[in-house]
């Protein structure tokens, strides 16, 4: 499908120029390669120094060593932990432990339904083709929470505004990458243009299916998902859901026009009825 | 489709965000919206069709609701000494944007028209903004629905074919019932017609969507929006009859009114606690999904 | 590694990314063992069965790198005829006094040496350790030699002759098969051979494995025999000296490494010299000469002890006065720390300072930590928080228990706030002997300083006030070169002036390059001779940052390795004995017949000119008495030693023993225990009865402490942090869904843990991670404890050392926090007298008593 300017869905190569920028430098993101992730959770300790944002929960959750819970105001890196045991090869034996760790972030999608609904024009697309907040336009109305389709931006208590990762804007301005990716120790988060990444993804995809590891498989990286794509795609190890991903996110604008057309229907439908209602003889 | 009994999740744990708006501030925002809007359009057709109590009553809810409507809305928002931010932009991409631009003239000319109502001031200005108002009025009724619709919240998303029918409809029950409650009896007969015709297209609707809808829709018949629903359609349906029988009677109007007022409320209250419920529980969200990749696969 | 060292660990990633294959061995899986090729579990205090397993695979099938084997280790060394091993005696080497639980090494020797110091030493000790069996005994203390042979051991290079090394260690784990590592470890015959398969093919000519261990090996009361078991199976692998080979250790704490090089140890002057004793050497001479072994570089010893004294006395340390020799403290008896600890319960200890050290929550058996902390007329703590050292006194456990009373408690405490490491300039030296500088990036803040800055001006206030004192004791203090430059607005001492006399300079004041310049005249001067070459040039080297991609895959400019910047140390032996390399792919270090020089991308350690064919004459000195085919120079003998004939305390081989405490009786041995091993009587430091004794059912858990990626040590510089506290908020213990049923645990509910020292409570994660254990027909439990809590911060909890006892390895001290046992069951603990109440309802079931425990030798 060929993309066309302000395309509300599907591939859209540059979102830079869609919306609306001259000369953008490079599009850049995150591939999270999640098959290296040593759980070490360096990169929720950055981005909290860094970007100055609060500690969000001191109880211990039992959900393996993931006490930061999930992505929301106050967590804009978060570290999950999934532990499996696969059944035994031989009964009375113990079978194998699989335990999965991987760093969630923004997705930074090329059809960002928190964009398309902030009624402020508060979340804008930078000139590197992140989604930004800007901070001090937002009112609040929160209806970007529930259109974001993998359940990231919220709002922040005792604030009122919402919040999300950046993708470190104030750095990227510098020519620095983020402080999750700077502080990773084994390369797990990988910054960079988009394209070059989409590259490295796909070889490494192939390295892990040679060496056996079937269930490897990347996440977000397709322009052709409901989202378009997203700036910060992953490599995986098990289905998204077992993450807490969805396994198939659509940019609810996709449907917009469509739902557009049968509100104005319906409200020609309510004019008419009203007017119906009222022909006729008296009373 | 029966969809898998199994699924996989993180810990139970949702996947997308529910909705932060609080409760009742946006539920009675969009009955009263709703309300607004169907009795700007019911004000005009009175005061041409020469009804002037029905259209007192009608401009002083039109105005009224969209007052309370405002109030809820502005104190909903997480920085509400930012409301004005609403107008910076205008996108047709965000039902909110969209919501604001119709709101906000909406609520002026209401206000200017039910005024120039009340008080016999500026009575030619008054009307114009009356039928502005009125112009506006359906919109008011069914953009709200395009707002709930227009995220990832599986109950409200998928529900977007016939949810602004229902809006539609339960403002139109709304809107009439004003008339059953507030108006005499020989100059009401308008709003009662409207009103069953809202009230029994609103049952229909709905069955329709939760029939469609399947396993996503159980949030709309189980747990707390379930109950709501329940009770809406009840009041509903017994406002709708109240409606028919009631012709001779001022007080069983009322009645009736009420009850349709009441059920197009809970109406409101019903379908947000079912969106929260979709977007708590993740098999809402993971369930399709995994069941749409499986069939192209 | 993972978990607690996940920054280094991005080099095993690395290494796995270029086709490694890791291999995780450890009681418990964790972040290390989830990205591990392979997963081991293990037993706590069973490596040394295991690893003898591995021996004993390595020997049987003789998959042993044998030109390696007879060449560069004393396999063909010939031992004396009245050695008897733990097969002849059940687990007891020949020599064992059960009077004082010591060996009197002797018959360990070598068929015709004689150790160069081999002493009982019977000094006494007092009060409460007096019935305690601590005695200072050979000097185990060094690297390398460590009471050097004074000759060379007779060779049969064939490795037939019954009593050479190579048969007895053959014969010593002939018994560590397979099968026996399942009874004793719980690892299975085919994870066993996965293993042994995977290392030996991975060993030889053309390839190298390393092993990388932290203080699961070393905080056992058989630690140091745990890293001989590692060294004999590397050594017969020929993975010492050699790229990509060697054993690794990583420590606990950023600089522990430098904090034994220049030495907070009470035993060490700085460079492993040992410290001097009381009672003998009592002057330099017979110091140097009883330590000196007469091959080997330690017969240089002489020299760096002299350059030492001259650091710290200057000008007035001259050759009439052994150059102040006399000024240096003596040891008395055993100063270790948990010795201390005891001291101080006794009134013996005055004073006490911890800088960045938490005793109270952080040191095994806290309780007899903290006991000793309430009995001193002064304690100064500094710290970057008010730690539990620094408050045990007014809300201690034993404030709430009623046992202590704020009025009570003597002692004075005075807390200095501390700067970290962003806020002053100083080295880290990590575990591969490398200083890397750090700078300070910000001001410390308000009465903030640094440990150079308070040692500094308290030494300078001292001397101040001793200025005019005409006493003799005073000398030593007055004499010191007390003169590094100070700057800023705190009179920072320079870190710089500090590190370049650690580095040393010559007779004309210019910095030393290498150790080999030091001189015994008085000449030179240098404050630690491993570290002497850091400062070459005038440059602080520590401080170079070339990045690895602008020079050689060794990258020596990065930082600086101790000794003379080399990289792998004895890497003499990725050569043969005729200097080429072993193969192509492993060339590191070989000979250049052209040059008439040893080369390649890193600096040889050996004497660049020694030719390969090199035989040193009989009455040759030092390291010219090192032939050129003799890789393991800081040895007497040139040679890697699997069999230790002088030096530790408890063996020369290693011998699986279990540990203090442990459900599980010795499978292999009636001797239970390390017979050699320190324990402590005392009623805070009761032991629970172990594997067939009664009472030991009481206690029937096996527990192990480690560390989380989240937290630092006992807690005092991460759970006051908000950004690390919510990472993980409370303390936890792990335990197996099998546990947990057994005992009734829920997951995130309650626990409450017992010893027979004390009661603690934590939260239960209950996780298939860990695993029950089979073996010797049962099932054996662990329980994984993290110890990162304590009572003071944001994120607090009970300290798993309330558990911990104090029991130690004889030749270092070093306290058994990674195995022992306890008891475990659902809920709160109680508090109050009534945790008192607790813990003796233990001991009275179990019958615990001050002998329990604190056998040596055992019968069943």
Redesign the interface.
């Known amino acids: 499908m060929t993309p066309s300017r302000n395309a509300l869905s599907g591939p859209l190569h540059d979102v830079a120029t869609d919306a609306g920028y001259a000369a953008p430098p490079e599009r850049v993101g995150f591939f999270t390669d999640t098959s290296v992730c040593i759980g070490c959770k360096a990169c929720e300790v950055a981005c909290k120094e860094w970007n100055l944002v609060p500690e969000d929960g001191l109880q211990l959750t039992g959900m393996s060593y993931d006490n930061s819970v999930a992505l929301g105001a106050d967590t804009w890196r978060h570290v999950a932990f999934i532990e499996q045991t696969a059944p035994p090869a031989v009964p009375e034996a113990d079978g194998d432990i699989r335990w999965l760790m991987s760093s969630d972030v923004c997705k930074h999608c090329t059809h960002a339904a928190c964009l398309d609904v902030c009624p402020t024009g508060s979340l804008i697309r930078t000139e590197f083709g992140t989604v930004v907040v800007q901070e001090d336009i937002c009112n609040g109305c929160g209806y970007c929470v529930p259109a974001c389709p993998y359940g990231v931006i919220d709002q922040r208590p005792g604030d009122g505004r919402v919040f999300k990762c950046t993708l470190c804007y104030d750095r990227l301005v510098d020519g620095m990458e983020p402080a999750c990716a700077k502080a990773c120790p084994t390369e797990s988060i990988q910054f960079g243009p988009l394209d070059e990444l989409r590259e490295r993804a796909a070889e490494r995809v192939q390295t892990l299916h040679d060496a056996g590891v079937a269930q490897a498989r990347l996440y977000g990286h397709d322009p052709d998902d409901g989202v378009g794509g997203d700036g910060a795609f992953f490599l995986l190890l098990d289905e998204p859901e077992v993450y807490g991903l969805p396994p198939d996110p659509v940019v609810t604008t996709r449907d917009l026009p469509d739902m557009w057309r049968r509100a104005a229907t319906a409200a020609f439908a309510l004019a008419v009825g009203a007017t119906v209602s009222f022909l006729g003889r008296r009373p | 489709m029966v969809p898998e009994a199994e699924?996989?999740?993180?810990?139970g744990?949702?996947?997308?965000?529910?909705?932060?708006?609080k409760t009742p501030d946006v539920p009675v925002y969009l009955f009263a919206g709703g309300l607004a809007?169907?009795s700007a359009?019911?004000a005009e057709?009175?005061a041409?069709?020469r009804r002037p109590a029905l259209e007192r009553a009608s401009r002083v809810a039109a105005a009224g609701g969209a007052l309370i409507g405002v109030t809820a809305l502005v104190h909903?928002?997480?920085?509400?000494e930012?409301?004005l931010?609403?107008l910076?932009?205008f996108?047709?991409?965000?039902?909110?944007?969209v919501?604001?631009w119709i709101l906000a003239p909406f609520s002026g000319l209401a206000a200017a028209a039910a005024l120039s109502a009340l008080t016999g001031t500026l009575p030619r200005l008054g009307r114009a903004a009356g039928v502005g108002a009125a112009a506006l009025?359906?919109?008011m009724?069914?953009?709200t629905?395009?707002?709930f619709?227009?995220?990832?919240?599986p109950a409200w998303?998928e529900a977007?074919?016939e949810l602004?029918?229902v809006?539609?409809?339960s403002?139109?029950a709304a809107?009439?019932a004003v008339g059953l409650v507030a108006v005499p009896?020989?100059?009401?007969?308008?709003?009662r017609?409207?009103a069953v015709?809202?009230g029994a297209t609103e049952l229909v609707v709905e069955r329709v969507m939760e029939g469609r809808l399947g396993f996503v829709g159980e949030p709309y018949r189980e747990g707390r929006g379930g109950r709501l629903l329940k009770a809406a359609r009840l009041l509903t349906a017994a406002g709708t009859l109240g409606g028919l029988v009631t012709r001779r009677s001022r007080v069983g109007s009322a009645a009736a009114g009420v009850a349709l007022l009441a059920g197009s409320l809970l109406t409101r209250f019903g379908v947000f606690e079912a969106?929260r419920a979709s977007?708590r529980d993740?098999k809402y969200?993971?369930v399709p999904?995994?069941a749409?990749?499986t069939e192209s696969a | 590694m993972a978990e607690a060292h996940p920054v280094g660990f991005q080099w095993v990633m690395e290494a796995k990314r270029r086709g490694a294959t890791v291999i995780h061995v450890d009681p418990r899986f964790t972040r290390t063992s989830a990205l591990a090729d392979q997963y081991v579990p293990i037993r706590a205090g069973t490596d040394i069965a295991f690893l003898g397993g591995l021996i004993n695979y390595v020997l049987e099938n003789e998959k042993d790198f044998r030109e390696y084997v007879v060449a560069y280790t004393n396999a063909p060394a010939i031992l004396r005829e009245d050695f008897e091993d733990t097969e002849d005696l059940d687990g007891l080497f020949s020599g064992f006094d059960p009077q004082h639980n010591t060996y009197d090494t002797s018959t360990w020797q070598y068929a015709g040496a004689e150790a160069a110091s081999d002493r009982r030493d019977t000094e006494s000790d007092t009060g409460a350790a007096a019935e305690n069996k601590n005695k200072e005994s050979g000097r185990g203390d060094r690297m390398g030699a460590a009471g050097a042979v004074s000759a060379r051991p007779e060779l049969d290079e064939t490795l037939q002759h019954p009593r050479c090394v190579y048969q007895v260690l053959k014969r010593h784990f002939s018994r560590y098969t397979p099968e026996l590592v399942q009874r004793v470890c719980g690892i299975t015959p085919e994870q066993f051979r996965i293993v042994a398969e995977a290392i030996t093919r991975n060993s030889g000519r053309e390839r190298t494995t390393a092993f990388v261990y932290s203080v699961g090996w070393t905080h056992h009361t058989v630690g140091v025999q745990y890293i001989r078991t590692a060294a004999i199976l590397q050594a017969l692998l020929g993975n010492i000296g050699r790229p990509g080979g060697g054993i690794l250790a990583l420590r606990g704490h950023a600089s522990i490494q430098g904090s034994t090089d220049i030495p907070t140890l009470f035993n060490l002057l700085p460079g492993y010299i040992p410290m001097p004793h009381a009672h003998a050497e009592q002057t330099l001479d017979s110091f140097v000469g009883s330590d000196a072994g007469t091959t080997g570089y330690w017969g240089n010893m002489r020299s760096y002890v002299v350059s030492l004294l001259k650091a710290w006395w200057g000008d007035a340390a001259t050759a009439d006065n052994d150059f102040c020799f006399d000024y240096l403290p003596r040891l008395t008896g055993n100063h270790a720390t948990y010795q201390t600890v005891m001291d101080q319960i006794d009134g013996k200890v005055l004073g006490y300072f911890l800088p960045g050290e938490n005793p109270a929550v952080g040191t095994a058996n806290a309780r007899l930590q903290r006991a000793g902390l309430a009995n001193l007329e002064w304690l100064v703590v500094r710290d970057l928080s008010l730690i539990e050292s620094a408050t045990f006194w007014k809300d201690g456990p034993e404030v709430e228990t009623g046992e202590m009373r704020p009025t009570d408690i003597g002692t004075e405490v005075f807390f200095l706030p501390a700067a970290a490491h962003t806020e002053k300039d100083g080295t880290f030296t990590n575990t591969q002997r490398l200083l890397q500088w750090h700078h300070k990036a910000v001001e410390p803040i308000g009465d903030c300083r640094s440990d150079l800055w308070f040692y500094f001006h308290l030494g300078r206030i001292i001397r101040d006030r001793l200025a005019d004192s005409t006493d003799e004791r005073d000398r030593p203090l007055l004499d010191l070169t007390w003169d590094y430059p100070t700057e800023g607005a705190y009179d920072e001492p320079s870190t710089e002036a500090v590190l370049r006399e650690i580095n040393g300079w010559g007779p004309d004041g210019r910095a030393l390059s290498s150790f080999t310049e030091l001189a015994a005249d008085g000449s030179t001067r240098c404050g630690c001779w491993i570290y002497c070459g850091c400062y070459a040039d005038e440059v602080n080297q520590p401080a170079r940052r070339k990045p690895g991609s602008e020079q050689s895959w060794v990258a020596p400019e990065w930082g600086w390795a101790w000794p003379a910047n080399r990289r792998i140390l004895y890497n003499r032996a990725s050569a043969d004995p005729t200097g080429r390399p072993w193969s192509e792919r492993k060339a590191y270090v070989h000979w250049d017949e052209d040059s008439g020089r040893w080369t390649g991308p890193d600096v040889p350690d050996f004497e660049p000119n020694k030719r390969p064919d090199y035989a040193p004459p009989d009455d040759a000195r030092a390291e010219h008495a090192i032939g050129g085919a003799e890789p393991f120079i800081m040895q007497s003998d040139g040679r890697a030693w699997l069999y230790v004939p002088t030096g530790l305390r408890d063996g020369p081989l290693p011998a699986h023993y279990e540990p203090q405490e442990s459900p599980v009786a010795n499978p292999l041995y009636t001797q239970q225990q390390n017979p050699a091993r320190e324990t402590y009587v005392h009623p805070l430091n009761r032991y629970n009865p172990s594997a067939a004794q009664q009472g030991s059912q009481v206690y029937p858990y096996v527990f192990t402490t480690y560390r989380l990626t989240e937290h630092h040590t006992a807690g005092g510089m991460s759970r006051g942090l908000p950004y690390l506290a919510e990472l993980q908020p409370e303390f936890f213990v792990e335990v197996s869904p099998q546990l947990a049923a057994e005992r009734e645990l829920e997951h995130l509910g309650w626990a409450t843990l017992v010893t027979a020292r004390s009661a603690i409570e934590a939260r239960v994660l209950v996780t298939e991670r860990m695993r029950p254990l089979r073996l010797d027909g049962r099932i054996v439990h662990q329980i994984g404890i993290p110890w990162h809590w304590g009572p003071n911060g944001l994120s607090t909890g009970d300290a798993a050392n309330e558990l911990v006892s104090a029991a130690l390895d004889p030749n270092v001290h070093i306290m058994e926090t990674k195995a022992a046992t306890c008891d475990i069951r659902p809920g709160r603990r109680p508090r109050g007298p009534a945790l008192l109440e607790l813990v003796e309802d233990y001991r009275r079931r179990a019958g615990v008593s001050e002998r329990t425990g604190t056998e040596g030798a055992t019968t069943r």
């Open positions: 699924f996989r999740s993180y810990y744990r949702p996947v997308i965000k529910g909705p932060v708006w809007g169907t359009v019911i057709l009175a041409w069709t909903d928002l997480g920085r509400p930012r409301f931010n609403m910076r932009v996108k047709l991409t965000s039902p909110l944007s919501g604001s009025g359906p919109a009724a069914t953009y629905a395009v707002l619709a227009d995220t990832a919240v998303h977007y074919p602004p029918y809006f539609a409809a403002a139109a809107g009439g009896l020989d100059e009401s007969a308008p709003a017609r409207l015709a809202g969106g977007a993740p969200t993971v999904q995994r749409r990749l």
